[in-house]
């Protein structure tokens, strides 16, 4: 990991949000169409998918396709779902579409955004170091303003991966907007507990260090902390500092 390798990183994003900060709605609504014809045409047979290797180095059979967008959910960025990013193991995708399902239960008319999943066979998947066997999903943290929900940063594509939030996750460019910590708490909650009903559980989740006192400071956040899921404990600074706007997942199958 090192410095050319962020530098590419933040030119490629850069570059998908300069096509997307010239979009028309027109445009748009091109983008969203080609979306729903690619996920028509790719969502995947009804072979059982196959998780093979580990998360860091693993490959994935049958992978399946994450819809672009539900009742309360949307894929983040139709660059990233255009090249095939958003494949996942088919127990993974039962989860998190149960999930949301839930979560639309519980918070009506809140809207959530899925990130970055897989490759369809998996393999490397530049430049997360793991997201390879179909068992990795990344999250955008949902966020808030004076306790209303706040989309405003949520159309910037693969961008998003770079917005800078400060340690008590307030967004670098205006305080006012916030992490909705006891909702990323409930969301991992209710993860766990739709995994389970798939033969999976959540064995891993990531997000910056400094922002983990935020979390079990919440109401759902204690009890994530109760249940005993495991948030990671020490990061590289570079990887810490990209899980500031999302948080990640790793599912294992049980
Ligand atoms: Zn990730």
């Given amino acids: 990991m090192g410095r050319t390798y962020l530098i590419t990183f933040v030119c490629t994003i850069a570059f998908g949000c300069n096509a997307q900060d010239t979009t028309t709605s027109k445009k ?111 999250f955008m943290m949902p966020l808030k303003q004076s306790d209303s929900a706040y989309y405003k940063l949520d159309d910037r594509g693969r961008a998003h991966y770079l917005l800078d939030f400060d340690d008590r996750g307030r967004y670098s460019a205006d305080s006012t907007v916030s992490i909705d910590f006891d909702l990323v708490a409930k969301q991992i909650l209710i993860l766990d507990e739709q995994a389970r009903k798939n033969h999976l559980k959540v064995s891993k989740v990531i997000i910056k260090i400094e922002l983990k006192d935020e979390l079990y400071s919440t109401p759902h956040g204690k009890k994530l902390k109760a249940k005993g899921i495991y948030v990671v404990k020490a990061l590289t600074p570079l990887i810490n500092d990209l899980h500031d706007d999302h948080f990640h997942i790793d599912f294992e199958e049980i």
């Fill in 28 to 138: 748009h609504n091109k983008i969203n169409s080609l979306s729903d014809l690619y996920y028509k045409n790719n969502k995947g047979d009804s072979l059982p998918s196959k998780s093979l290797g580990t998360v860091s180095k693993g490959t994935l059979e049958n992978g399946k396709l994450m819809p672009n967008e539900g009742e309360n959910f949307s894929y983040f960025s139709a660059e990233s779902y255009l090249a095939g990013r958003a494949y996942t193991h088919e127990k993974v995708m039962k989860t998190v579409l149960a999930t949301y399902a839930s979560l639309g239960k519980k918070y009506p008319g809140r809207q959530f955004k899925l990130m970055e999943c897989s490759n369809e066979k998996g393999g490397k998947i530049w430049p997360h170091h793991t997201h390879q066997n179909g068992l990795s999903v990344d």
